[in-house]
């Protein structure tokens, strides 16, 4: 009844089809990135506190605001699709802090998992891969991503036991993530303990296979230490 739901009708798809027609498909993924996901863009309506309270005092309204918020992003997934086509689709939603879930586990597979399944089954229907961007501990439902039909889980951060991971996901699972960048993007640090760090985020977690090892959200905000974190990337 509060809810005012944007319309998707009359957007201007020209920049995005540009974009999308100047990518090389033989050489390069085509990847369209989606954030603000069902938890996100609950707390965005809510603010944070009075979200996470809801989610415990009122799962039956949570549960019917998220249905309406998940409905909008699967018009908007096959729109996209219609429209760009992308390989990927880079869907974002923490739902996590580097502690813990945001959720206890059973009250997120009650209310988000079951929409977050039919979001995931969508961006397979239109033919493209799922990858999902969570830079938070996700370990206590990494089965439940396999589940729902998670790719790729993108972001993943140095605080899950990875190696754990990889094994009860039985290599269902890719991952990208591993290097941790707060850990390294900080001011007197040593060029070999950045390449250090590198180094053992590829002994460790590469041998497990589908493992993608980068920062998980993506560089060093500091450029010297950036450039050191992606020379030894690059060359080891």
């Not at 085509?30 to 506190?49: I, N, T, V």
């Not at 961006?123 to 439940?144: K, N, Q, R």
């Not at 493992?211 to 010297?224: A, D, T, V």
Request: aromatic residues 10%; negative net charge; charged residues 25%.
């Amino acid at each position: 009844e509060q809810l005012v739901v944007p319309s998707i009708d009359n957007l201007d798809w020209t920049p995005a089809r540009e974009v999308a027609s100047q990518i090389d498909r033989n050489e390069k993924l085509a990847c369209f990135f989606y954030p603000g996901g069902l938890f996100e863009r609950s707390h965005f309506l809510l603010g944070m506190e009075d979200a996470l309270m809801h989610y415990l005092e009122y799962p039956d309204e949570m549960k019917a605001l998220l249905r309406v918020i998940a409905d909008h992003k699967m018009a908007y997934i096959r729109k996209v699709a219609a429209e760009t086509q992308p390989d990927i689709i880079f869907y974002h939603d923490d739902w996590g802090t580097k502690q813990n879930l945001f959720l206890p586990p059973g009250v997120w597979r009650e209310i988000i998992k079951p929409l977050q399944k039919e979001i995931a089954d969508t961006i397979h229907e239109c033919g493209m891969i799922y990858m999902h961007h969570a830079d938070c501990i996700l370990e206590p439902i990494v089965t439940d991503l396999v589940e729902i039909g998670v790719d790729i889980w993108q972001g993943v951060i140095a605080q899950n036991d990875i190696v754990k991971i990889q094994a009860i996901t039985e290599g269902k699972l890719a991952m990208i993530g591993g290097i941790d960048g707060p850990k390294i993007d900080v001011e007197n640090i040593t060029e070999a303990e950045i390449r250090e760090e590198v180094r053992r985020a590829v002994d460790t977690y590469c041998p497990g296979g589908r493992f993608y090892p980068s920062i998980p959200n993506g560089i060093c905000f500091r450029e010297w230490n950036n450039a050191i974190f992606m020379d030894e990337l690059s060359k080891y």
